[in-house]
């Protein structure tokens, strides 16, 4: 069972900045596609960004492409995503992500993705 646990959440004004870190525990991380998902109050929970297992491949919802950037780093089973020129609608709880089987193919819009595994949450709050 894959444990996922976030960090680096905060408070920041209209066009900060923001790392935040999810780092996974109980499996080999890099057989594994990661994701950042978003929930705001009141709305549905959202994707923001997904990466392959090498890192080699990313793929970004319209919302947060040329802003935000997912990464990865297999060696300490941590999985990034840099937040930049913030806005207040990106305001949410932003939640790591993976899928139950390994995947070694790339990321894009046309997968199938199947998220089975979440963590408990960062909040992000930007002011205006």
């Known amino acids: 069972q894959v444990q996922l646990v976030e960090s680096g959440g905060g408070l920041v004004q209209t066009g900060g900045s923001l790392r935040l870190s999810c780092v996974a525990s109980g499996r080999t991380f890099s057989d594994y596609v990661m994701g950042w998902f978003r929930q705001a109050p009141g709305k549905e929970r959202e994707f923001v960004a997904a990466?392959?297992?090498?890192?080699?491949?990313?793929y970004y919802a319209d919302s947060v492409k040329g802003r935000f950037t997912i990464s990865r780093d297999n060696a300490k089973n941590t999985v990034f995503l840099q937040m930049n020129s913030l806005k207040p609608e990106d305001t949410a709880v932003y939640y790591c992500?993976?899928?139950?089987?390994?995947?070694?193919?790339?990321?894009?819009?046309?997968?199938?993705?199947?998220?089975?595994?979440w963590g408990q949450g960062t909040q992000v709050i930007v002011s205006s």
């Open positions: 990466i392959s297992w090498s890192g080699s491949y990313t």
């Open positions: 992500a993976t899928e139950s089987s390994p995947s070694y193919t790339k990321v894009d819009g046309s997968r199938n993705f199947r998220w089975t595994s």
